[in-house]
């Protein structure tokens, strides 16, 4: 049976998007190539626990909207306030404070949150898809067609220009993981400065509220660039920055690597997203400034305005 709208990716983008159809009384389909929904929510299992390997946090801001749904994850325990304020943390290790919005984080992950929005809906997970075309997936009938996903990979399977012109920048997170923590217990997370090798860094345990002495480190996207084929590569050099720049003495106990292509885009459209006849998109890419709340509501206004339609 055709669905009135087919949404293809299930990135926090593409869940908004179908649950916004399917609130407004219409049939949505979300097909995802991955094992579960999340996309760049992505949070991993490691040696026991969650680890938030794509987003860092996200922040509610003026978007009133999403800020109706963070309240709900927060009553249910899903998301947390983290912190307003990080550091920025320059060549030598010397660190200044940053204040700023409200940081938020999901004590399960933040793929937690896409599942969330995930229930309900019809999902197929491990469904790759070849070939879209207005009203059709692989010549199949599918309904409106939505690519929740990035450029790039959306150019790969249709022939639309669908934000094409936006570059992509990629990312390589890496997990540390000591016995004990190694850092001082005011840093929630780091925005380095001037480092080759290193862009960001999160508490990990603070952010989830454990206390698990574990760091996410994300790279420099020239440091991406080197060990897209090898992600575990990126691991010898972001360590050792990370034990520079923080002023860690010790090594950490495990490491593990987690490379994104797409990690973010360089600059974003202006537009909320793309709409026209039988093939449309959204995301991050989409609105004024690439964020999670972008995609949240890239997706929201895009299914509102199919379901309108």
């Not at 006849?277 to 890419?285: E, Q, R, T, V």
Request: proline content about 6%; charged content about 25%.
């Amino acid at each position: 049976m055709t669905v009135d709208v087919t949404v293809v990716g299930g990135g926090i983008s593409g869940l908004a998007c179908a649950r916004a159809v399917q609130d407004a009384g219409k049939t949505a389909r979300v097909l995802d190539r991955g094992r579960r929904v999340g996309g760049r929510l992505s949070s991993r299992t490691f040696e026991g626990r969650p680890v938030d390997l794509g987003a860092s946090y996200f922040v509610v801001g003026e978007a009133d909207r999403f800020g109706h749904v963070v309240a709900d994850w927060e009553e249910r325990d899903l998301a947390r306030p983290w912190t307003d304020t990080f550091v920025v943390v320059d060549a030598d290790g010397n660190q200044t404070p940053k204040p700023g919005p409200m940081r938020w984080a999901a004590p399960l992950g933040l793929r937690s949150l896409a599942l969330d929005l995930a229930r309900g809906l019809d999902v197929v997970s491990e469904r790759t898809v070849e070939r879209v075309e207005p009203y059709r997936i692989d010549g199949e009938p599918s309904g409106e067609v939505v690519l929740a996903m990035p450029g790039p990979q959306a150019a790969r399977i249709t022939d639309a220009r669908l934000g094409s012109g936006v570059a992509w920048e990629p990312v390589i997170a890496v997990v540390l993981r000591w016995d004990e923590r190694q850092w001082p217990a005011d840093l929630h997370g780091a925005f380095v400065d001037g480092d080759p090798d290193v862009s960001f860094v999160a508490d990990d345990g603070d952010r989830r509220g454990d206390g698990a002495p574990v760091l996410v480190v994300h790279t420099t996207a020239d440091r991406a660039r080197r060990h897209l084929d090898d992600p575990d590569g990126a691991i010898e050099p972001v360590l050792a920055a990370t034990r520079r720049l923080l002023r860690i003495a010790v090594d950490p106990v495990s490491a593990f690597a987690h490379r994104w292509t797409f990690a973010r885009p360089t600059a974003t459209t202006g537009q909320p997203f793309f709409h026209s006849p039988g093939l449309s998109a959204c995301g991050d890419a989409w609105g004024e400034s690439a964020a999670v709340r972008t995609a949240w509501s890239s997706g929201d206004a895009l299914g509102r305005a199919l379901a309108a339609s």
